[in-house]
């Protein structure tokens, strides 16, 4: 089915910012209405077709309570909250390591769970933002995140044979260095050159395109890259 034959209503996590702020605004301006999840509305659409959700992703309970009552409403949904912490394994603090967890793999879970038997009905979509880091065998510095994302990654391509003789779409973009906030945590941020980094628009239109597939043609798996690999550390001062 392809994005023009949807009941047009999205629910989108991490709507205020980066990736999925980017989503949000392309899928708005396709005549959607969108949920968009957030923490605060800083940042959030100005749209009459948007709607903020104040949740906190870390909290199941609020994150059920706030979605169940508009799960029947939802053809898409966009998992795009992310949450990353950065250095040695041993450095990064409990609290830390469970966000990373309940971000990254046990909201889009619960989600998912949420909205599917209605996905089942209307042919609808689930989208994932992982990380070209899921793709990785060592990532060091960053074991923990990526690990979350490996696991989003493992959840989405064991949910869409799970559901795709239901009509149930569930398609994952694995993004290298993107120029968002994912990395306040960290010691380093993509470097400005646009050889070395992607933008969140970009990944946006990745995400429109998968969306954009014909009724019949899924694609579940889409890794985007900079052509170029490199880091711009911070100043310790």
Known sequence: MSIEDYNKTALVTGA????????????????YTVYGIGRNRGGAPIAEQFHFLSVDLTDARETVSAVSPIASEISVLVNAAG????GPHETLSPVALSEMVSVNVTAPMILSSILLPHLRECGGTILNISSVTARSNANTHGCAYGATKAALSSFSQSLFEENRKHGVRVITIHPDLTDTNLYRNADFTPQDDPQYRLT?????DCAMQALSARDGMVITDITVRPQRNGIHRKSST
């Open 83 to 86: 949450v990353a912490y950065y």
């Open 16 to 31: 205020t910012s980066g990736i999925g702020r980017a989503i949000a605004d392309r899928l708005l301006a396709e005549g």
């Open 200 to 204: 969140p628009e970009e990944v946006a």
